[in-house]
């Protein structure tokens, strides 16, 4: 009789344990062991326990393959999650971990492999290959795919998915590949959150801090009397300053106090909640007829316009893609938007300031061109026009369709093409958590025809949509790359550029820990292009996910280590630098209203002279809708209490020794990469810490 040792990890979340029957046999290349009930219900599988057990077997089952786990009901139906189970076999000294980190929901029963990160090439064995095969039948029938060839169970159909067109091929499954909107990015098909299965769902103290939140920061400003205040305008600009309470940072603050100066604005420019649309400026656009001596008095001395642009020094905001999109109507009133140009230059006194802005694209009589000689309010209006816009550009392309959206085709097709035992599922893992419920929620509660963007955001409704499809149908994966995007934008030798600078060193450091973690499980180029598993996940991306963007510049297949690497080095940059960069700060630039408005509720100036206090504040977001943008700001940008930080792996998904190694060099290069920067904002007025290690999430969670 030959006797295994076995620990069982239960998850450490709020009611990840179980009363049921909990079964486990243990699967070896001579045979299987005894089926071993393992405790009395009740008794063990608590929260957070690592529970000890025996399992005995008439005869050495030799190599260990496999862990089945089987739960079946005692009482009440009670969901277990299992973190991992360890098998140290009769005369030898190291325990075997199979991860395993999903829930166990029914009377059910999952068989789950040693934690060695194995490619289809690694496997040879009938029951380990049978294994693979059906675990992706499974998955694939949770997350199918409906495909041209595939006539079973088809219906040509659309419905209306609160308020947007639901596209949807199959009726017979409930998870798959589904256009949300046509020029747009596919995702996961659930009309809510509760239809996703429960390993990807939020943990219960997640979904309860997430639902508290909001509510909270809206009672705050309830209790104040200002939340209910429909259609009010504020009287004056100090009376945003009645919306600060208990909600407040230190840059918000900050903000309050510089947000008129011109300087600060184009700090903003670079290291505010959208800091990837600053380009430079070669030539005027032809559309945006500045002459010099309209900016000669912004300028150094002994200089003009001509010599500053052939130097360098000018730069622009277009947002030309804003033009003629829908605009909101809320409670009745139409609101407005538009589409700025903003020249900045680059000061020799290190100053990065606006120096002309034109509100419409097409110029004339009624589209001015304002300027920082201008009367004081006209300027100031125009600027915050600007900001305005930037509202629009940062919530929806910068953060929903960059990061959001884009990242959530890497997750389906993670799910439905790789195995957990493949290395590049095990690496994707971490930085795939909670990400498809977030989406989902945004979709039904922030976009939907009853969102949140739809009550407040002058580009609710349809305009967001079409605002969306813009970006996306010029999105590159080139622009998706740091070492591309900078140089592409001309904004390499930019100084104070803090957003790039984090950027590039994060960038970095992704890069050689991917590069080494594929180099582990790839000898070389052959091994990638071999691999059927990964050449199915980058089809499915490709072809898939991305199906309406030929353009895109993403091949349908891996040929290279080199392209591997790169492509999941921007996975992963885009689930956690970039999404910190466009979310964390969101409260920070946006809570003071008048700097980063969501909606205006009059059409921008035509006449400079015409600009009176009394128009601002009839312009400017109303009490309510200043309320709303002000909460929904918190409660998405805050830090969130179970934030995992970049390069730190709760669930140890790999198990060997040499990738453990390339793990914890990577966390040594982050801790190095957060000294410099602390170093770097040292004695700084205003900090940029958006991008420290340890503030960044390993993925896309709020």
């Not at 929620?441 to 009550?455: A, D, E, H, N």
């Not at 909460?631 to 730190?648: V, Y």
């Amino acid at each position: 009789m030959e006797v295994y040792t076995v620990n069982v990890a239960t998850g450490t979340s709020e009611y990840s344990g179980t009363n049921n029957y909990i079964y486990v046999t243990l699967v070896g290349e001579k045979g299987e062991s005894e089926r071993t009930l393992l405790d009395n219900p009740g008794l063990d599988f608590c929260r957070g326990a690592v529970d000890q057990y025996k399992v005995t077997s008439p005869s050495h089952l030799g190599a260990l393959l496999l862990v089945r786990l089987e739960k079946q009901r005692y009482w009440l139906e009670d969901n277990w999650f299992c973190r991992y189970v360890t098998v140290q076999p009769p005369g030898e000294d190291k325990a075997l971990t199979f991860p395993c980190y999903r829930w166990l929901i029914g009377d059910i029963k999952v068989e789950i492999r040693e934690g060695t990160a194995k490619t289809l090439r690694d496997d040879s064995l009938p029951q380990l290959l049978a294994h693979r095969k059906t675990e992706l039948q499974e998955r694939q029938t949770t997350y199918r795919s409906h495909t041209p060839n595939d006539t079973t169970n088809t219906l040509d159909m659309s419905k209306v998915f609160n308020g947007f067109m639901l596209v949807s091929c199959c009726v017979s499954l409930s998870f798959r590949w589904v256009t949300w909107t046509p020029g747009m990015p596919r995702c996961i098909d659930a009309k809510t959150e509760a239809d996703l299965p429960q390993d990807v769902r939020f943990d219960n103290e997640k979904r309860s801090d997430f639902e508290h939140s909001l509510h909270y920061a809206l009672l705050e400003l309830s209790l104040k009397k200002l939340a209910i205040s429909f259609g009010k305008s504020w009287s004056d600009l100090d009376d945003f300053k009645r919306i600060f309470w208990k909600l407040r940072s230190p840059i918000a603050e900050y903000c309050m106090e510089h947000w008129k100066e011109d300087q600060f604005f184009g700090y903003q420019c670079m290291n505010g909640s959208n800091p990837r649309m600053i380009q430079r400026c070669k030539k005027l656009p032809e559309n945006f007829p500045v002459v010099p001596n309209m900016v000669q008095s912004s300028m150094a001395p002994r200089t003009n316009l001509d010599k500053e642009l052939k130097a360098g020094n000018i730069y622009l905001l277009d947002y030309a893609i804003m033009d003629g999109v829908p605009t909101n109507t809320i409670r009745g009133k139409p609101q407005y938007i538009a589409a700025p140009l903003c020249l900045l230059y680059q000061h020799p006194d290190d100053r990065f300031i606006p120096i002309a802005i034109q509100l419409e694209q097409t110029p004339g009589l009624d589209t001015p061109i304002f300027l920082p000689r201008d009367p004081p309010l006209a300027w100031l209006l125009a600027k915050m026009w600007v900001r305005h816009s930037e509202f629009q550009v940062f919530q929806l392309l910068s953060h929903l369709l960059r990061t959001h959206l884009v990242i959530e085709v890497f997750c389906v097709a993670t799910l439905r093409q790789l195995p957990a035992v493949h290395p590049i599922y095990k690496l994707m893992a971490p930085h795939l958590r909670y990400t498809l419920e977030i989406n989902c929620r945004g979709r039904t509660q922030l976009l939907s025809s009853t969102g949140i963007f739809k009550r407040v955001v002058s580009t609710g409704g349809e305009g967001l949509v079409i605002l969306a499809q813009r970006e996306y149908k010029g999105l590159t994966y080139r622009s998706l790359q740091p070492p591309n995007d900078f140089p592409d934008r001309g904004v390499s030798q930019l100084p104070n550029y803090f957003y790039r600078d984090h950027s590039l060193m994060l960038w970095e450091a992704i890069l050689s820990f991917v590069s080494g973690m594929v180099g582990l499980y790839y000898q070389s180029d052959h091994d990638v292009q071999e691999d059927l598993e990964l050449q199915a996940w980058i089809r499915d991306i490709s072809l898939e996910g991305f199906a309406e963007l030929p353009k895109f510049g993403l091949p349908s297949k891996l040929s290279t280590r080199e392209e591997l690497s790169t492509l999941l080095s921007v996975a992963i940059f885009i689930s956690s630098a970039q999404h910190a960069a466009t979310n964390n700060g969101q409260f920070d630039w946006c809570a003071w209203v008048p700097n980063t408005p969501c909606t205006m509720r009059l059409p921008h100036p035509t006449d400079k002279d015409a600009v009176t206090m009394e128009m601002i504040m009839a312009t400017l977001p109303d009490v309510s809708q200043s309320c709303v943008q002000m909460a929904i700001t918190w409660h998405l940008g805050r830090a969130q209490p179970d934030a995992i930080p970049l390069g730190q792996y709760t669930e140890e998904h790999f198990t060997e020794g040499r990738a453990q190694e390339v793990i914890d060099r990577f966390t040594a290069e982050l801790k190095e990469i957060e000294k410099h920067i602390m170093s770097q904002n040292e004695g700084l007025e205003l900090q940029y810490l958006f991008l420290l290690p340890s503030r960044i999430e390993n993925s896309i969670t709020i």
